[in-house]
């Protein structure tokens, strides 16, 4: 059975280190995407990639704009005990156009000893 392909384009809001699972290292990573939409309550979208994909994630920043190629990906996991069974759904990316790279995170700056009056000197908590 042909899997149907996805795009989604928006904004990467928070990209997660690659998780290792079991003896055999399964690799894991997972991202999320704003969509891009005129709606007043846009959609974020979580997004995983896994074994080599991994590292697509590593040339992704926050604020980047970007296009997701994915595939629905769904599974049920029965514990064999009676108990319900559950239906897991993933977004599984394989493959990320940066369409802007966005602007990099503003870095805090320190203050200058030299910018601190005499007066501020002495309100120092430490």
């Given at each position: 059975?042909?899997?149907?392909?996805?795009?989604?384009?928006g904004t990467v809001t928070e990209i997660?280190?690659?998780?290792?699972?079991?003896?055999?290292?399964?690799?894991?990573?997972?991202?999320?995407?704003?969509?891009?939409?005129?709606?007043?309550?846009?959609?974020?979208?979580?997004?995983?990639?896994?074994?080599?994909?991994?590292?697509?994630?590593?040339?992704?920043?926050?604020?980047?704009?970007?296009?997701?190629?994915f595939n629905l990906s769904g599974r049920?996991?029965?514990?064999?005990?009676?108990?319900?069974?559950?239906?897991?759904?993933?977004?599984?990316?394989?493959?990320?156009?940066?369409?802007?790279?966005?602007?990099?995170?503003?870095?805090?700056?320190?203050?200058?000893?030299?910018?601190?009056?005499?007066?501020?000197?002495?309100?120092?908590?430490?």
């Amino acid at each position: 059975m042909a899997s149907t392909k996805f795009e989604l384009i928006g904004t990467v809001t928070e990209i997660f280190p690659t998780q290792t699972y079991g003896s055999k290292g399964f690799q894991k990573r997972e991202f999320r995407v704003r969509e891009k939409s005129d709606s007043q309550y846009p959609n974020i979208v979580p997004f995983v990639l896994v074994k080599d994909k991994c590292a697509l994630a590593d040339s992704l920043s926050e604020g980047a704009e970007v296009k997701v190629h994915f595939n629905l990906s769904g599974r049920i996991y029965d514990k064999g005990d009676g108990s319900p069974t559950r239906c897991y759904c993933d977004n599984q990316c394989w493959k990320i156009d940066i369409l802007n790279p966005g602007k990099p995170m503003p870095s805090v700056a320190e203050p200058d000893d030299a910018d601190m009056d005499a007066e501020d000197a002495d309100d120092i908590p430490f």
